[in-house]
């Protein structure tokens, strides 16, 4: 928790797993913040309260709060994805301008969007989806669809692709590293829509028809997407 005035800079960081509150809370400060993957916290993503900010290229997701709520100053959001939070993406107010931006809700703003960016199935990792990489069938709507070409933003030689090709052209959404990862990383997608049959079912299927469906929820919850359709046999 930072408050009291000043200015803070983040760059190429990663604000992960906090157990005990938000990733980054402030009050009453200046950010700037670029280029960083805040994930996995047990509050908001980002909570500011009389502040101001200006986020670029950031990733917000998975967080059991918002991805970045802003309850009290003003931000400005660009080229950043806020998905798979379970408040909501980024706060919808007039406080806070988003563009060219990824959120599950929507927000005030130009050119942002409401698609599934697709990471990657790859635990502990938010790599968007390329179309022809390994268990990758489609490619993310955040390639290619932020503002302004990447070397601008000093992410020229970042990639947000698991082979470790550089952004060049347009720049991507979201949160940029430093290379690429194994394929043996990466999973096959989740399913988004399953069937759960407690008499026919088995936990060994893939759970993908009524005719391979699996035996129990549990198995169903640790395989799945979030936010699937789990069908259940009555």
């Known amino acids: 928790y930072v408050?009291?005035?000043?200015?803070?800079?983040?760059?190429?960081?990663?604000?992960?797993?906090?157990?005990?509150g938000c990733g980054l809370a402030m009050s009453g400060v200046t950010l700037g913040m670029t280029n960083c993957l805040v994930a996995k916290n047990i509050g908001d993503g980002m909570s500011m309260a009389a502040s101001t900010a200006t986020v670029v290229?950031?990733?917000?997701?998975r967080n059991g709060g918002w991805g970045l709520s802003v309850g009290g100053g003003t931000g400005?959001?660009?080229?950043?994805?806020?998905?798979?939070?379970?408040?909501?993406?980024?706060?919808?107010n007039l406080n806070l301008n988003v563009r060219y931006s990824c959120s599950q809700?929507?927000?005030?703003?130009?050119?942002?969007?409401?698609?599934?960016?697709?990471?990657v199935n790859a635990p502990g990792y938010f790599y968007l989806s390329v179309a022809g990489l390994t268990n990758q069938p489609v490619s993310s709507p955040c390639m290619d669809t932020g503002t302004g070409d990447p070397s601008?933003?000093?992410l020229d030689t970042l990639t947000t692709r698991t082979d470790g090709?550089?952004?060049?052209?347009t720049v991507d959404m979201g949160y940029h590293y430093a290379g690429g990862i194994?394929?043996?990383?990466?999973?096959?997608?989740?399913?988004?829509?399953?069937?759960?049959?407690?008499v026919n079912g088995t936990n060994t299927n893939d759970g993908?028809?009524?005719?391979?469906?699996?035996?129990?929820?549990?198995?169903?919850?640790?395989?799945?997407?979030?936010?699937?359709t789990i069908n259940l046999a009555t």
């Open 3 to 20: 408050r009291g005035g000043g200015r803070i800079l983040l760059r190429n960081s990663t604000l992960m797993n906090n157990n005990s």
């Open 57 to 61: 290229n950031c990733t917000f997701a």
């Open 182 to 198: 194994a394929d043996a990383l990466i999973l096959p997608p989740a399913p988004t829509n399953c069937y759960v049959d407690a």
């Open 208 to 228: 993908l028809t009524w005719t391979t469906a699996w035996k129990s929820i549990t198995c169903a919850l640790s395989n799945v997407a979030q936010y699937a």
């Open 105 to 119: 809700n929507a927000t005030y703003g130009a050119n942002n969007t409401n698609a599934d960016p697709l990471f």
């Open 152 to 154: 601008s933003y000093g």
């Open 165 to 169: 090709t550089n952004d060049w052209l």
């Open 76 to 92: 400005a959001v660009v080229n950043s994805i806020a998905w798979g939070n379970s408040g909501g993406g980024m706060t919808s």
